[in-house]
C-alpha cells in the first residue's frame, strides 16, 4: 500500500510570507503528527491530529497551525516566516492515537525560508 | 516530564563489525521506546520498537535493542555491521500522557568503514 505522502518535499519562501504543507496519511490511518527537524535542535514534536481534533500540541509558537480533513489528510500552516524556520517538516501516520502503534514517517517537506 | 540521551553524535565501525548505539531515557511513568533510521534526504523508518513484554526486542536488518529498567538504557546492536548501516539513528521516547509525542534523542550518525 501507499505510504505517508507530503507535498511538496522542496519549498524556498521568503521572510514574512506563510506557507502549507500537506501530508496524506497511509490508508486507514486516522492520526496524523508533525516533526520540525533542524539541525541545532534535533526533531521537535509539532502536534498530532487524530479525527479532525487536535489531540497534543508541542512548544511551538501560535504561528504554526495545522487540520485535519475528515480524508485523515492533514495540512500545516507557518505564517509570518522566520529564518529560522528553515526546516525538514516530518508528517507521521499511525492507526491509532497511542504511541505503542508503529507510526510510519513521510519524507519530508524540506522548508528553506530566505 | 521524559528526555533521550544518546551518547555519542558520531559513531564510526568497520565493517562486520558490532554496532553499538547508546541510548538512555527519562520517563515519570513505563516508557514506550523506539529506534529509528533515517537515510540522506529521507524520513524516519522504524527499526525496532519496546512497548511490554520482552526486554530484548529484535527489528528489522538484523537489529536488536534491550530495555533496562535499572539502567534506564535502550541501546540498540547489531552483530555485524554492513555498508549500507550507514545512516543517522534516533532514539525516541512516548509522552507521559501516552498520546502521540515522541521525544527524539540527538541522533548518531554511524559511519561504517570498509
Known amino acids: 500500500k501507499a505510504g505517508v505522502t507530503q507535498t511538496p518535499r522542496y519549498l524556498i519562501k521568503t521572510r514574512g510570507q506563510q506557507v502549507t504543507l500537506s501530508c496524506s496519511p497511509i490508508s486507514g490511518h486516522r492520526s496524523v503528527s508533525w516533526y520540525q527537524q533542524t539541525p541545532g535542535q534535533g526533531l521537535q514534536f509539532l502536534f498530532e491530529?487524530?479525527?479532525?481534533?487536535?489531540?497534543n500540541k508541542g512548544n511551538f509558537p501560535g504561528r504554526f497551525s495545522g487540520r485535519q480533513f475528515s480524508n485523515s489528510r492533514s495540512e500545516m500552516n507557518v505564517s509570518t516566516l522566520e529564518l529560522g524556520d528553515s526546516a525538514l517538516y516530518l508528517c507521521a501516520s499511525s492507526l491509532g492515537s497511542y504511541t505503542n502503534t508503529e507510526a510510519f514517517f513521510g519524507q519530508g517537506t524540506r522548508l528553506t525560508v530566505v | 516530564a521524559q528526555s533521550v540521551t544518546q551518547l555519542g553524535s558520531h559513531v564510526s565501525v568497520s565493517e562486520g563489525a558490532l554496532v553499538l548505539l547508546r541510548c538512555n531515557y527519562s520517563s515519570s511513568v513505563p516508557p514506550y521506546l523506539f529506534w529509528y533510521v533515517q537515510y540522506p534526504n529521507q524520513g524516519l523508518q522504524l527499526l525496532l520498537k519496546y512497548t511490554t513484554g520482552a526486554t530484548l526486542v529484535k527489528g528489522i536488518n538484523g537489529f536488536e535493542a534491550e530495555f533496562k529498567k535499572s539502567e534506564t538504557s535502550f541501546h540498540l546492536t547489531k552483530p555485524s555491521a554492513h555498508m549500507s548501516d550507514a545512516a543517522e539513528y534516533f532514539c525516541?521516547?512516548?509522552?507521559?500522557?501516552?498520546?502521540?509525542?515522541?521525544?527524539f534523542g540527538s541522533g548518531t550518525r554511524l559511519q561504517v568503514q570498509p
Open positions: 525516541a521516547v512516548s509522552s507521559d500522557t501516552g498520546r502521540r509525542a515522541l521525544t
Open positions: 491530529y487524530f479525527s479532525e481534533t487536535q489531540r
